[in-house]
């Protein structure tokens, strides 16, 4: 692995920093290196949320979603920084599949920035990305939720440890799958050794929070491996329908 200092100034030079919402080369200097014009574009989660996963409420007298109304979690709860829209989409899509990484790094400053305060009240021993299959992680030569949780934990002071848990199947697209359906196929689909997270209380990190049913999946498994309390931060999450 490369040290901090060096990987830094090898990505600045291999990716100059780009606007996650244009797409444009960022001038140095840029505060958080996201455009002033483009910042108010980002729909980021705000108002009465989800106690539990931290969505928008559409109905601001009720404590939780009801999704989360609808089917308990297993985590304690969790927070995302925006709302998944054309822009988010757009954005993440580029991060995976036009190899866009350096998105990630002002997504993650502005994340780590507004939810400090939830994140540090998490009190947590480590950040823990939920995991890509091997195989597709080196033909994208990265995982996006690794590198968010990287860019989170070096904001925040937080480990991360990839080797916790591991993506040991991969799973067909769930679509057509209704959520239980999707939680017991993706139980099956990771796996953490066997008394691998004793003691520690993890945050879950991921790109996108839609149904829940990773993050859930994720959790359950992580506390058969002896986790404690389980959190999840999303870079952006489904609002409520
Ligand atoms: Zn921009
Ligand atoms: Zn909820």
């Known amino acids: 692995m ?4 060096a990987s830094s100034i090898l990505t600045d030079a291999v990716f100059p920093r780009r606007c996650p919402v244009c797409g444009e080369i960022v001038p140095l200097g840029t505060p958080g ?3 002033a ?3 108010p574009k980002l729909d980021l989660v705000k108002g ?3 106690m539990k996963c931290g969505r928008e409420l559409s109905d601001a007298s009720e404590k939780y979603c009801s999704d989360c109304r609808k089917r ?4 304690a709860y969790g927070c995302a920084l925006c709302n998944y829209d054309d822009i988010m989409q757009h954005a993440v899509t580029r991060i995976k599949y036009a190899n866009r990484r ?3 790094a002002p997504l993650a400053g502005l994340f780590a920035a507004r939810c400090a305060d939830v994140i540090r009240g998490m009190d947590a021993d480590c950040l823990v990305p939920v995991p890509i299959h091997p195989e597709r992680r080196r033909r994208r030569g990265f995982n996006q939720a690794e590198l968010l949780a990287e860019a989170l934990g070096g ?3 937080i480990p991360v440890r990839t080797d916790i848990l591991f993506r040991s199947r991969r799973t067909e697209p769930q679509k057509e799958l209704s959520p239980d359906e999707r939680i017991r196929n993706l139980l099956t689909a990771f796996s953490a050794p066997e008394g691998a997270a004793a003691g520690l209380d993890v945050i879950l990190v991921d790109d996108i929070y839609t149904t829940g049913s990773t993050i859930e999946a994720c959790t359950r498994v992580l506390q058969r ?3 404690g309390k389980v959190y999840f931060l999303a870079l952006c999450i489904v609002p409520e329908a």
Request: proline letters at 8%; one cysteine or more.
């Open 2 to 5: 490369l040290l901090k200092p």
């Open 37 to 39: 014009a483009c910042l």
């Open 72 to 75: 308990p979690k297993s985590f």
């Open 225 to 227: 491996a002896g986790a």
């Open 155 to 157: 904001r925040l002071g």
């Open 48 to 50: 009465a949320v989800c």
């Open 33 to 35: 290196g996201i455009c």
């Open 102 to 104: 350096e998105y990630i």
